[in-house]
């Protein structure tokens, strides 16, 4: 390993009313660069319940932080 300390939270989740999840994330390259995204997963999307599980409960008209995704 780097020696590169791992963020405690990659950006927020919300849910949309008709179940979709929006991620708002924020990568950094830590010389740097920097990048935003914007990711939307509908329920019927095949990663949908994985990201959800990660998430974890998200309460309605709020938001989440997300933390990073494993490897």
Do not use: C, W
């Amino acid at each position: 390993m780097s020696g590169e300390k791992t963020p405690e939270t990659i950006g927020t989740a919300e849910q949309l009313s008709d179940g979709t999840i929006v991620l708002t994330l924020r990568a950094e390259d830590g010389i740097g660069g920097a990048g935003d995204g914007e990711f939307h997963y509908p329920p019927t999307d095949k990663d949908y319940d994985m990201v959800a599980r990660h998430v974890g409960p998200i309460p309605k008209g709020g938001s989440v932080l997300v933390g990073p995704f494993p490897n």
